[in-house]
């Protein structure tokens, strides 16, 4: 997974170095070609607002309900004329939820990397044992069978 963490924040230079130690993510930069998979665009807030500016998208759950987990203050979604991509995340954050937002976005991009999860299936019933085929009709028991099959599988010996 190719991300692009773009900010001059020093949450956003902590993110970047978070996301390239950890190792499930490959960091892209300006210049250099690469499309990223998704962007996360971070930037500190003067007026003390904290909320997210995407559209409904997996990456927004998972950074939301990562840095809502860790933060003290509530989060807003800007949803009208901003971000119109699934695959761009802006979150503009107060400086002193700062650490929430760089633990939620890397955690949130672990669960992203981590492969999913499958519940075991429940193993089938035991079959019901096969039922004795009758005697066709007609065919008699013999006594030797009748007697061979009340002895004991022991014999002793004296």
Sequence with gaps: MRVKITGDSDCACALRGYLQRAGDVAL????????????????ESRTGRFYFDSVDCELERHLFRRVRDLSEKPIAFETAGGIRR????????????????????????????APRFVAPQAPAPPAAPAPIPAAPAGAERSSSATIASRRAWWRFRS
């Design 28 to 43: 892209t930069k300006e210049g250099d070609g690469i499309r990223p998979d998704f962007e996360v665009i971070v930037e």
């Design 86 to 113: 699934d695959d761009t995340v802006r979150i503009v954050f107060p400086p002193s939820e700062a650490r929430a937002v760089e633990l939620g976005v890397q955690m949130g991009f672990a669960d992203m990397a």
